[in-house]
């Protein structure tokens, strides 16, 4: 299986972030992970459609949109239009989850779906076969920066599992805390696409890319 990585810009510098993505992505990068916050879903705020779209003039990589929003019905357009290649919205979120993956996918975006840490894995299973990816959160979402919770790793194993069993083609990815050294036991749990935020843009960005494919390719 082929692990991916995708940079979570939230700990790029938000003044310099087509440097910073073209450096990660230049260092093997696959994906670029966009944090989508307003403030009311979370308690944080970052940046909205129009950053994507100007991100999307930045680079050719996959834009990983997750969004942390109350009303993604209000906004889901936009973020299309904006160039994303895969929208995430989060199963706490208001509205119809399914009728939104199912509007994502009609515009020829990736459709995904997230669970917060305190979600069962099994709210994700009757989605799954309208998802391209599927998002477990391994912090409670609003900041970068945060301790992976162990709880989750048996999470990951189970909508492995399911996938698996089905055989869906959909991606698993992780989102929280992941570092060098926890990594390879993410991975091992059936993760294979990891958001790394303060651990790729902490320090030497292109360095830091490369060790996370090295622990990929160990694995
Ligand atoms: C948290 C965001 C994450 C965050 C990850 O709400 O969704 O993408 O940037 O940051 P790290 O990797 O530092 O935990
Ligand atoms: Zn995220």
């Known amino acids: ?7 979570s810009i939230l700990s790029a510098d938000f003044a310099n972030l087509a440097r910073d993505i073209k450096i990660a992505t ?10 989508v916050m307003d403030g009311h879903f979370v308690p944080n705020i970052t940046i909205g459609a129009p950053v994507v779209k100007s991100l999307r003039k930045a680079t050719d990589k996959v834009l990983d949109v997750h969004l942390m929003i109350s009303d993604p019905d209000q ?3 936009d973020f299309i239009k904006a160039g994303s290649d895969i929208i995430t919205v989060h199963y706490e979120s208001n509205g119809d989850t399914l009728e939104q993956l199912k509007k994502i996918r009609a515009a020829g ?13 099994e709210a994700l299973f009757p989605l799954l076969p309208y998802c391209d990816m599927v998002l477990i959160m391994t912090v409670e979402p609003g900041f970068g920066g945060q301790g992976f919770i162990p709880e989750c790793m ?17 991606e698993l990815e992780i989102d929280g805390g992941a570092k ?19 651990a790729v843009f902490g320090g030497d960005i292109a360095d830091n890319v490369k060790k996370f494919h090295e622990v990929f390719e160990e694995g």
């Open 1 to 7: 299986m082929e692990i991916k990585l995708s940079p």
């Open 26 to 35: 230049d260092a093997g990068a696959e994906y670029v992970h966009v944090d």
């Open 75 to 77: 906004y889901l357009d």
């Open 109 to 121: 975006v990736k459709a995904a779906c997230v669970i917060k840490p305190k979600t069962p894995a």
């Open 154 to 170: 048996d999470k990951i194993k189970a909508v492995r599992a399911e996938i698996q069993k089905h055989g869906y083609q959909c």
């Open 180 to 198: 060098l050294n926890n990594t390879a036991d993410i991975v091992a749990a059936g993760a294979d696409v990891i958001v790394a935020g303060s």
